[in-house]
């Protein structure tokens, strides 16, 4: 999991049910019903569950998400994580061992289709 310094922390003993909205980073440990919603990071950790989509510069999940995730540069899905839901966004890792259940979607810019063969792959499946 990325090490950054948290603007709001969701404790692993918190239940939200609501929108959580937030311009900086958000860390989950706790379960939330509603949507989440950053201008930087969402970062799930190992003992979340989130029920509802998810949005943010970069989405790091470690635990659970039942809901889409959109991210505007990067989703990490790490080991042991379950995610139930469509993806979205620019590049993908996923580690081994996390779950994925969904479709995935990766756009292209408008630059992109012509040089296809020479991109580097925005996939990421170890």
Same mark, same amino acid.
């Given at each position: 999991?990325?090490?950054?310094?948290?603007?709001? @922390? @969701?404790?692993?003993? &918190?239940?939200?049910?609501?929108?959580? !909205? +937030?311009?900086?980073? =958000?860390? =989950?440990?706790? +379960?939330?019903?509603? #949507? &989440?919603?950053? /201008?930087?990071?969402?970062?799930?950790?190992?003992?979340?569950?989130?029920?509802? %989509?998810?949005?943010?510069?970069?989405? $790091? &999940?470690?635990?659970? &998400?039942?809901?889409? =995730?959109?991210? $505007?540069?990067?989703?990490?899905?790490? %080991?042991?994580?379950?995610? !139930?839901?469509?993806?979205?966004? !620019?590049?993908?890792?996923?580690? %081994?061992?996390?779950?994925? =259940?969904? !479709?995935?979607?990766?756009?292209?810019? #408008?630059?992109?289709?012509? /040089?296809?063969?020479?991109?580097? %792959?925005?996939? $990421?499946? $170890?």
């Amino acid at each position: 999991m990325a090490v950054e310094q948290a603007d709001t @922390v @969701v404790g692993a003993q &918190v239940e939200l049910k609501g929108s959580l !909205k +937030n311009r900086g980073s =958000i860390h =989950i440990h706790g +379960n939330v019903t509603g #949507d &989440v919603h950053s /201008d930087a990071a969402v970062i799930i950790g190992e003992t979340a569950v989130v029920t509802g %989509p998810v949005s943010a510069k970069v989405v $790091e &999940v470690a635990g659970q &998400v039942h809901g889409s =995730i959109t991210a $505007e540069e990067h989703i990490e899905l790490h %080991p042991k994580c379950l995610v !139930k839901g469509d993806l979205n966004t !620019k590049r993908l890792s996923i580690k %081994p061992g996390a779950t994925f =259940i969904g !479709k995935s979607s990766m756009p292209m810019s #408008d630059g992109e289709m012509g /040089d296809i063969e020479k991109k580097k %792959p925005r996939l $990421e499946i $170890e």
